[in-house]
């Protein structure tokens, strides 16, 4: 709703201004309470998804079984998909909870001259592909971070991936897109709309992040 404002009329009127900055705070108050509850209705859907909870289990056994193996993870995502690789990426290599050893877990992003140079000499569409085809071997796990799941350097990533072996996490929204057919383990959360699907990744980023560690570390039986 907008609301237009009369600057000289305000001056000459406060009864006027002060209605106006009501009816505005409100508005603003109510978009920011409908924000949250879409977020919140998104979770509640994650939530209810036997089959999504499921997933996420999977992907704790899947991932600790690959570092007790001696293998990495690898995470790799656009723009704000990105920020959340390198953020879970960092979760495992630095720490979650617990104080304990570095986990092999790697951003693929982060190298800007890497970056730069391969999507100036080649393409975009290929920055992950090429470091996957570098640094990739069979028993690691890549996660892919796409909320359309059509991200075309992640889906070429996904298919260098299973030539070789790689265990594959996709998170996406709700169709799951071009990764549905390439990931191994699909955390499709069931929304259309890309704040709320990241905000749903990141979450669930976040607790595979702490059951790895509580798994990964836990106390061998005596």
Not at 18 to 47: E, F, G, H, P, R
Not at 65 to 89: E, I, P, R, W, Y
Not at 99 to 125: G, Q
Request: hydrophobic share 40%; aromatic share 10%; proline share 3%.
């Amino acid at each position: 709703m907008h609301f237009p404002l009369n600057i000289e009329y305000c001056a000459l009127n406060i009864e006027y201004f002060i209605t106006y900055l009501c009816a505005y705070l409100l508005v603003m108050s109510n978009k920011i309470k409908d924000i949250i509850q879409a977020s919140i209705d998104t979770k509640q859907k994650v939530l209810e998804s036997e089959a999504l909870i499921q997933t996420v289990k999977d992907c704790v056994h899947v991932i600790v079984t690959a570092f007790k193996n001696g293998n990495k993870v690898l995470f790799c995502g656009n723009g704000g998909s990105a920020s959340d690789a390198q953020h879970l990426a960092a979760e495992f290599s630095g720490r979650f909870y617990k104080d304990r050893n570095a986990l092999p877990a790697e951003a693929l992003h982060c190298n800007t001259s890497y970056l730069t140079a391969v999507a100036n000499d080649y393409s975009f569409d290929v920055i992950y592909s090429r470091l996957v085809q570098g640094i990739g071997i069979k028993g690691d796990v890549l996660v892919g971070l796409s909320t359309s799941g059509n991200s075309k350097n992640i889906v070429a990533a996904f298919e260098v991936a299973r030539e070789k072996g790689i265990t594959t996490i996709g998170f996406t929204g709700e169709s799951g897109g071009v990764l549905k057919s390439l990931s191994d383990w699909l955390i499709n959360i069931p929304s259309f709309d890309t704040p709320r699907i990241q905000e749903s990744h990141i979450m669930l980023g976040h607790i595979i992040c702490e059951m790895v560690e509580e798994e990964y570390f836990a106390p061998s039986a005596p």
